[in-house]
């Protein structure tokens, strides 16, 4: 199986005197894209409901990275592991300004059990980073799922990213997007694999690609949507390299603990 990560950016590391001009350039490139009019993950689909679309946000690090973020709190994100790195200042952009602006992150924070290597070898791992921002934002925070939340094969998930609505094309990037997607394999609390089920994994089709890496995959509950994971990984069709074909989520369900006693070390009432 050719699984990518979904992180937007080069991997390669930057001087401290470049990280001010590398965020001066996403900021331009995100504007770019901010303009361009879409409404649909990779392959199509629907606008998210707007009550949700507002704890979705983009996350851009000084090494040229951008992920997908959900605010848990009003001043706590929520994403993949895999999106942070030591070493790297991270910034989340704020689409209600015209123009977007840079928000100061204060501090990041990955699960301890995260195993980059572990993911390279496409093997599960505790793929969950929280991160902090300097100031409180207005926005409503999406809620976070239970501890016992069984996933099941053929149960309906939403994935809302912020990556590309076309593979390969970063101006399409910028955009919350949602796609509509089915439990596949054997889910359990360790991985969730997501397929479009209109596809099946046999073509292209709806799936998280670039820049949705740490993207909310909600879960309708007692009325509501709930965070039940974060996107990890993705293929294209027939577990080729790209996107449009699976999409990997790693469940909250074992993390759950550790996000809320972090993220209530920082303060946020949660």
Known sequence: MNVQML????????????IQRTFIILAAVLLSAFARPSSAMVGGGSAPAPAITKSI?????????????????????L???HCVAPG???????????????????RVAAHPQFQMQSLLAHRATADVALLQLASSLPAQPATLGGALMPITVGMRLTVIGMGVAVAGDGRSGGVARAAGLAVTG?????????????TNNTRAGLGACTGDSGAPAFLDSNGGSVIAGVVSWSTGPNNASGCGGLTGVTP???????????ARSWGAGM
Not at 89 to 101: A, E, F, L, N
Request: aromatic content about 6%; hydrophobic content about 35%; charged content about 25%.
């Open 7 to 18: 992180t937007d950016g080069a991997r390669d590391g930057s001087h401290r005197r470049m």
């Open 57 to 77: 946000v983009t996350i851009v690090g000084s090494r040229g990275t951008s992920c997908t973020g959900a605010l848990i709190a009003r001043d706590i994100i």
């Open 88 to 106: 790297t200042t991270y910034k989340m952009v704020d689409y209600t300004s015209q123009p977007p602006r840079l928000l100061d992150i204060r």
């Open 186 to 198: 054997r889910p359990g609390t360790l991985q969730i694999r997501l397929v479009d089920p209109v």
């Open 79 to 81: 994403t993949a592991a």
């Open 252 to 262: 909250l369900a074992l993390y759950r603990d550790w996000i809320l006693k972090t």
